[in-house]
């Protein structure tokens, strides 16, 4: 036999001894991408039944499917006989860094969970802040939108948490 052909067959063995591992790593990917599926859904469903924010539930939700994908794809790679100790620190030094960088970004994204948790403004609420007035469209992880007739305001929801907002709740009918 030639040395091509050995080659070949030599190729074509390990890929028949790969292939079992390749199924466990895509049955094991999605087993978890199923569980996010679930985890987002159970988690919405336990928010409603306490009453909490439509907004909160939707980011918790996405924060454990996102957190499930990740996992379910780092034990995949696990399986696949690949090195994930040095993709973990990885991973660790990239978020430190970019949470570093991302300061501002990471800043308004817990000041709109605030938001969203404690709920001192709503949809609907006309308010105050940063010398800006309108009406809450939208309040998001990065900005709160108002609405006025001129114009479209995005404000840095941690402009919100430390400074003075003034709120004028929506209006109720006469005798509520």
């Known amino acids: 036999?030639?040395?091509?052909?050995?080659?070949?067959?030599?190729?074509?063995?390990?890929?028949?001894l790969f292939l079992p591992k390749l199924g466990a790593a895509i049955l094991i990917f999605v087993l978890f991408w199923i569980a996010s599926l679930i985890a987002a859904r159970l988690?919405?469903?336990?928010?409603?039944?306490?009453?909490?924010?439509?907004d909160i539930s939707l980011l918790l939700g996405q924060v454990a499917q996102t957190?499930?994908?990740?996992?379910?794809?780092?034990?995949?790679?696990?399986?696949?006989?690949?090195?994930?100790?040095?993709?973990v620190a990885g991973l660790g030094l990239t978020g430190f860094a970019l949470g570093f960088?991302?300061?501002?970004?990471?800043?308004?994204?817990?000041?709109g969970f605030l938001i969203l948790y404690y709920e001192p403004f709503q949809r609907g609420d006309t308010i105050t802040a940063s010398g800006q007035e309108g009406l809450v469209t939208e309040i998001n992880m990065r900005y709160t939108v108002?609405?006025?007739?001129?114009?479209?305001?995005?404000?840095?929801?941690?402009?919100?948490?430390?400074?003075?907002?003034?709120?004028?709740?929506?209006?109720?009918?006469?005798?509520?």
């Open 101 to 111: 960088a991302l300061k501002d970004a990471v800043s308004n994204f817990l000041a």
């Open 43 to 54: 988690l919405k469903g336990l928010f409603q039944r306490r009453r909490m924010s439509e």
């Open 67 to 87: 957190s499930f994908i990740i996992f379910g794809l780092i034990t995949a790679l696990g399986t696949l006989g690949i090195d994930v100790a040095a993709l």
């Open 146 to 176: 108002l609405k006025n007739p001129e114009k479209t305001i995005l404000i840095p929801n941690s402009a919100l948490i430390n400074n003075a907002v003034i709120i004028q709740h929506k209006s109720t009918s006469p005798g509520a």
């Open 1 to 16: 036999m030639d040395s091509q052909g050995l080659n070949f067959e030599l190729l074509s063995n390990a890929f028949i």
